[in-house]
Nanobody, 124 residues
Framework: QVQLVQSGGGLVQPGGSLRLSCAASRFIVRYNTIGWFRQAPGKEREGVSC????????WHSDSVKGRFTISRDNAKNTVYLQMNNLKPEDTANYFC?????????????????WGQGTRVTVSQ
């Protein structure tokens, strides 16, 4: 069974930074498309970032572009979401997800495997 184990998150002041981690099996991190999502209270889940390996394509939503970066560390079997210049509207539960293949981020990956979620709160 594929498991994605998240860590990181917490409370940070506006303008601060956090890094979320998503640990998975070696195969998943090396080959599968990974996405990050978030869901704020009372709102629908939204995609934040994506990286697909075969075409090395990266996507970020307009709301986080220039502030968030998705990356992989194959040696640690971990995918990261670096979040800089955080804003109160970034407050949400964040989830990593992996599709079963290497579907390009632009082709609508079917995310099958999900992390447990981690809370990010941006507040004074």
């Amino acid at each position: 069974q594929v498991q994605l184990v998240q860590s990181g998150g917490g409370l940070v002041q506006p303008g601060g930074s956090l890094r979320l981690s998503c640990a998975a099996s070696r195969f998943i991190v090396r080959y599968n498309t990974i996405g990050w999502f978030r869901q704020a209270p009372g709102k629908e889940r939204e995609g934040v970032s994506c990286h697909s390996v075969p075409d090395n394509k990266t996507w970020h939503s307009d709301s986080v572009k220039g502030r968030f970066t998705i990356s992989r560390d194959n040696a640690k079997n971990t995918v990261y979401l670096q979040m800089n210049n955080l804003k109160p509207e970034d407050t949400a539960n964040y989830f990593c997800a992996a599709d079963q293949y290497g579907t390009s981020c632009g082709a609508g990956p079917a995310y099958t495997f999900w992390g447990q979620g981690t809370r990010v709160t941006v507040s004074q």
